[in-house]
């Protein structure tokens, strides 16, 4: 098999959600489950016939945007991995304009726990929807589906490619090479049509000639071709693989042996908790004796990477490499008859080839690289759970922040799979003395997996220190911090609170004014604390041996504490 023909037979593909048609008839907003946004997720535009007229992917932030082929009334399905549809609408799509639509996605979790399989599990071809395979399949066929999309946004790829011709046994290394290659990602996993591929088989080349053997890619399985032509069933996999407790199968088979057409069985694998697709394994059949012993073969490992788009990340293929000789026949014994010699296909080596996505990158950004994951980290309050903005997130080995969203998520990139601490500052978590937060986390080895961290609540810090009268009466906790001076021990300097509140007259009239004031000594640090300071009021704030006016400050609109500092 020529090297040429095996870049045909493996390549890589990526993919990206589609965007919009300028002045096409659009429905555009964000996909979210609850508050958190949802990359990846399949919006499909069905018409009032039940037709899927168009498709896109949710991006970063659950940003998406499908453009119908004509104006009209369509509903939304929303296909997300490990869930069921979510079906929205009806939506009026007008020519030129772009309708919003918000998707809160409400499909159930689909449990492939607790899916039970036998090892007399039927083969079926289009098994219906209550069957264990179709389930399986279904589930799969949301990542293919992505993985065939079309691409518009190009994306930069390297990728490291191993080619090695090993002896007929293949045992021993005759020959290897590695080279670092670099490219678009226009091009997907190229293969046949899955119509040639379904007429002509995956092995193309007569006797004595270089053969290329064509892998089953997204389109290729996805294809009624294919569907009619195979029958799948439920897999467990192999007790005596690492990840068979993880992983759970749908095996594809041919439903009929042609003669002279070769074909491929093998098995889609699905992470049991998550549903995600990650792998496909198959090999060739109906072939001859000689190409059998080379065990032709090949592996896809699928990976979603930022975005909710999926790559493949890895594959390898295996196949013969042969010659023809000659078979030279009996000598005649009888006069007159000549002698048939026979040609004979003969095994010469086995030709592996590998490869793997090193790095991509979105207009010179490292969007993905090898060994690295992305964290969705989701900041929720302590006591009613809900998400907390502005805070800003961090590893602690970095120095760049992001501050978390309206959903409290933040995304950190490039993250290495592994125990990694995470540290949250905020102004208010800083108001009630608990900023910043160093909290550990487990990375998991999967991309936009989401982590929840939780941070006290500045409503249960401040109950717990000035108690629950005080939230009742309008008050709110005052923390403050004074220098250390080696002449002037904080805690023997004391720190003069003040505010003045407003009392309204029985019979009317101006308001009466009161001073309220307090003293206080910080700690050895310089710390120190007031509870039952009017959340609306002006305070000042100095230091007793101050001759100046101190420093003022007020509480924030709706915060519950503020915090000072004398300089």
Known sequence: MTRRALVHAVAFVATTAATHRVGGQTLAGRVSRGSAPVSGALIMLVDANGRTVAQAASREGGAYAVTAPAAG???????????RPTVVG??????????????????????????????????????????????????????????????????????????????????????????????????????????????????SGALGTDKVYWAPDATVLLSESFLSSHCIRPQLAS?????????IGVGFTPVAKRN???????????????????????????????????????????LRIPGGRWIVDRWSIRVPSTAVGIRRGDAPTIPGVVRVDTPVEELTAIRRTSGRVTEIRREGSVLWEAGRVTLLVRVVDSISGRPVSGVLVRSAESSSALASDSTGSVRIDRVAPGPMTLRLESSELEAVGRSPILTPVDVPPTNDVTVSV?????????????????????????????PIVADFPPEKTPVIVTWRTAYQRLGGGKPVFAEDRREISPAPNGEFEVCGVPRDAVVTVRRSNDAGDGVTTRFAPGALAARVSIR
């Open 454 to 482: 939780t941070v006290p609540s500045a409503r249960a810090v401040v109950v717990a220190r000035c108690g629950n009268r005080a939230l009742e009466w309008g008050e709110g906790l005052l923390r403050g911090s004074v």
């Open 73 to 83: 009334s369509y509903r939304a399905q929303v296909l997300q991995i490990g869930w």
């Open 260 to 302: 002279g057409i070769v074909d491929v069985e093998g098995v889609v694998w699905l992470d049991r908790t998550t549903a995600e697709l990650r792998a496909i394994d198959y090999h060739y059949v109906n072939t001859t004796k000689v190409i059998e012993r080379a065990d032709p073969r090949g592996r896809v490992e699928f």
């Open 239 to 247: 007790t005596r693989s690492a990840d068979s407790a993880r992983l």
């Open 90 to 203: 009806p939506f009026a799509l007008r020519t030129g304009a772009t309708t919003p639509a918000n998707i809160d996605v409400t499909g159930a979790r689909i449990p492939l726990d607790a899916i039970v399989i036998s090892d007399r599990s039927d083969c079926r071809v289009h098994p219906d929807s209550a069957a264990a395979a179709f389930i399986l399949w279904d589930e799969a066929r949301k990542a293919l589906m992505s993985a065939t999309m079309t691409q518009t946004e190009p994306l930069s790829i390297s990728l490291s490619r191993t080619e090695q011709n090993l002896d007929r046994d293949g045992g021993r290394v005759l020959w290897d090479s590695t080279k670092i290659e670099s490219g678009r990602s226009l091009n997907p996993f190229t293969t046949l049509a899955p119509e040639v591929l379904a007429q002509r088989g995956y092995m």
